[in-house]
């Protein structure tokens, strides 16, 4: 017994004293609630915030996440699919989370994590994708386990190689049933330390190709178990069908290339143009800084900076219909914050200005979008707020129809404002009035879904035509048109 004790506290000694981890995780976690604490306060409903809040409609594993569905009776304390809305709580636990992830990418990068250091890590957390994320009430802290359990791994690699592979397989599984949008981190940080290590003669090509086979064959390990036990099979907004012949290069490419046109339509110039400077800071300081031959760093250089683009999203690049919303690119922000700690390590910190530039980018847009939040807020209420007066006046309380709603409420005038310079700010938030919302939100039952088209719509008499919606009727339906 003491042989085994003493053989698991050698192996699972991570190096990490423990007011190291307190401080670091304290400090972090501090900054992210402080940064998001405008979209504490709009307390938006956002999406399927909606029907898990009213309706009781709990996370299910949808899209394979029975990870996220398990521990949703621990968080809201239930033992049943009703959950409640308990934010900004599991917001809070997101922030936690976060925090513990940036001070293990440090720890694993560097050894020793300073406040600068740490503070290079926020654009994880706090990137305008990530941001999509952090708005679900419900599902925030899922996404941002997903984050945790895929850099988790890393504090185990130079530890046993079996215990290595086994953490990775088991810390991917748990990603893949949280967040799948987090799959491209693992590939990330084991394509920055591969070439780390052989640009840098630190230690022998021999280890760094073991290193990289051992984490290749966990990733497929991890995926191929996921497919055979776990999978739930999608095919709605998004599937998840890969097409395993030869066309999977063009989807790949296809999908690949919409995704980096959607971070250029989505991101301000601004944001571009620091992010880019920080590439190029680290292009030109890894080849300066390599102890290899300086024509062959060029090309490592090169390729590494390739293929972290190439890993960036994922596998989503390879489903047949992928999703393309902001929250399936946060990605990047990882991307960002490797490169950023890099950086901020290596340098001198006259160096490390773009990236302390971008991060305080990141925290002042994180207040401009929940302001956005809480005034679309206001916004739609308010269109609300007429709707059902002008519905109430027209239908009889004990006559039932089906509704049919065209078109949205289009932005408040904040959000315009804000979306004039940051254009993702139109693709986070959704201007609808959903037949939920009016119906569980302003209690009226007896507006049932149209499930089918009404293929005589426009013969339907107009009952009303406002400033802000037109309104028909008959004994069956209502159709109400948007303005």
Known sequence: MNFIKHYTSQVLSLGIEKKELWRSVLFLSIVYAVAFIALFRADYTYLDDIERSV??????????????????????????????????????????????????????????????????????????????????????????????????????????????????VISLLIMLMTYQASSGIFIMIVLYFFFRTILSKSDSIKNAFRFIGISCASFIAALILFRLFFLQIIDSYASTNIELNFSIFTVFGSNWTMYWQLIRKDWNVLWQIIALVIVVIFYIKTIIHSKQNKIVAFFVTTLFLILLALSVFGVYPLLAEPSFVPRAMYGIG?????????????????????????????????????????????????????LMHDIAQIIPTTQIHKIIIHNGIGFSSVVQNVAHNNPIVKRLIKPSLSRNYLAYYHNFPQLEQNEKAVSNEKEIPVVLDSFYHTIQLNDEYIVITLK
């Not at 636990?93 to 250091?117: D, E, Q």
């Not at 899922?142 to 215990?163: E, G």
């Open 55 to 168: 309706m009781s409609i709990g996370l299910r594993g949808d899209f394979s996440r029975h990870i996220s569905q398990f521990l949703s009776y621990f968080i809201h304390a239930t033992v049943d699919e009703r959950l409640t809305d308990i934010s900004p709580l599991s917001q809070i636990i997101s922030c936690i989370l976060l925090a513990t992830a940036g001070f293990m990418v440090v720890k694993i990068m560097c050894g020793k994590p300073t406040l600068y250091l740490l503070l290079a890590t926020l654009p994880i957390g706090l990137s305008p994708n990530f941001l999509g994320c952090m708005s679900f009430k419900f599902d925030a802290p899922y996404m941002a386990l997903s984050v945790l359990a895929s850099v988790f791994p890393f504090l185990f690699m130079h530890r046993n190689h079996w215990l290595f592979l086994g953490i990775s």
């Open 334 to 386: 990882i991307l960002l914050a490797i490169l950023s700690v890099d950086i901020c390590f290596s340098l001198k910190k006259i160096y490390s200005f773009p990236v302390v530039l971008l991060v305080w980018c990141f925290f002042v847009f994180s207040f401009a979008y929940g302001n956005c939040l809480a005034d679309q807020k206001r916004y739609k209420e308010f269109r609300a707020q007429i």
